[in-house]
């Protein structure tokens, strides 16, 4: 999307938007995956759980905490992590709003 151009849809939008993008690689789908099974912040063990480098794995946790779905507190030279419920539970919000809009259409739509 070109610069500025955000501005001009709804703050749902964006917000739908910004959590798609989050959700748009398999590496970071396999994370979230990982760390919602987890009940405690995890430090260092993503990288053990995927066939990616460590700064590669570094890269999407970063996104995945711009998005705000993931938490990160430094302990020592180590970052844990851990899901963001609050975040989380909004991103669940957003997407059953967007998929409970749709209404069935016609048996022949589109054919």
């Not at 890269?59 to 779905?69: M, R, S």
């Not at 020592?76 to 409970?100: P, R, S």
Request: net charge positive.
């Amino acid at each position: 999307m070109g610069a500025g151009k955000h501005e001009e849809f709804s703050v749902k939008h964006n917000r739908i938007s910004k959590y798609a993008k989050a959700l748009a690689h398999p590496a970071r789908v396999a994370i979230l995956q990982f760390l919602s099974k987890k009940k405690s912040c995890m430090c260092g063990d993503i990288v053990e759980e995927l066939p990616l480098s460590q700064s590669t794995v570094s890269q999407h946790l970063k996104e995945l905490k711009e998005a705000g779905l993931i938490k990160g507190e430094t302990e020592g030279v180590k970052v844990c992590y851990c899901i963001n419920e609050k975040e989380w539970k909004a991103a669940q919000l957003c997407f059953n709003t967007l998929f409970n809009n749709y209404k069935e259409t016609l048996e022949n739509c589109c054919l």
